[in-house]
């Protein structure tokens, strides 16, 4: 069954690195999405991505935020400046465009510890 | 702005006997609600979705979600749990517009079935 993939498992930076965090969604989905756990926290909707730009995103997702399509395959999303607050699991999700219904689908995350 | 609330931290359940998580939600218009579960160090697993039609949906391994447009709940049960049941459940709500995705999470339930 097709899978969401997103790598590093782990990620530890400093305060003020650029960290990229990389995802590959499953291969027919266009809709591509990011949300984010603080430990302890509910999971929170960051971004959505659509037809090459961002066709939702929340007020978490502000201007160190970024992400790109790099190529048919990827999907990444950058934090230019990172914060303490930025530790937390980040998910990456995709979607069919079948009607407006489809299921987001989740990959296993990205822990990305800030110190 | 659309919101979920999952009233129970923990639900204890033995094995074999029936279980519900209770979810409830607040959205503008129509629903789309989704459980899903989360495995330790795992990503997200989608269960089931109600879009529309039938009030009683069926998901994977056993799992069934009512919904109920007069309480605003889409409680999750199973009529005979297991032990491998135990996970952290959440429900998730979006909006059935067409231009917004985003879901919204609840807080999570602890599922512990004991033997």
């Known amino acids: 069954e097709p899978e969401v993939t997103q790598t590093p498992s782990h990620q530890v930076t400093q305060m003020g690195q650029e960290v990229i965090l990389r995802c590959v969604p499953i291969?027919?989905?266009?809709?591509f999405y990011w949300y984010r756990q603080i430990l302890g926290q509910k999971v929170e909707f960051l971004v959505s991505?659509?037809?090459?730009?961002?066709?939702?995103k929340s007020e978490i997702f502000d201007d160190q935020f970024s992400v790109e399509r790099p190529d048919g395959s990827n999907f990444t999303l950058k934090i230019r400046s990172t914060k303490l607050e930025d530790s937390a699991m980040y998910f990456c999700?995709?979607?069919?465009?079948?009607?407006?219904?489809?299921?987001?689908?989740f990959g296993p995350g990205t822990r990305l510890l800030v110190l | 702005a659309q919101s979920v609330a999952q009233p129970e931290d923990q639900v204890n359940v033995a094995e074999g006997n029936p279980l519900t998580v209770k979810c409830t939600y607040s959205?503008?218009?129509?629903?789309?609600l989704f459980w899903y579960v989360q495995y330790p160090n795992r990503g997200l697993q989608f269960l089931l979705k109600?879009?529309?039609?039938?009030?009683l949906v069926k998901g994977s391994y056993g799992f069934e979600a009512e919904f109920n447009k007069s309480q605003t709940s889409f409680h999750l049960k199973k009529p005979s749990a297991l032990v491998s049941d135990s996970a952290l459940y959440f429900c998730?709500?979006?909006?059935?517009?067409?231009?917004?995705?985003?879901?919204?999470f609840g807080s999570g339930t602890r599922l512990q079935v004991q033997p």
């Open positions: 999700a995709s979607s069919d465009t079948s009607g407006t219904q489809e299921t987001q689908y």
């Open positions: 291969s027919n989905h266009l809709y």
């Open positions: 991505f659509y037809n090459n730009e961002i066709s939702e």
């Open positions: 959205v503008s218009g129509n629903p789309y």
């Open positions: 109600y879009i529309t039609g039938d009030n």
């Open positions: 998730a709500v979006r909006t059935a517009h067409t231009g917004r995705r985003a879901l919204t």
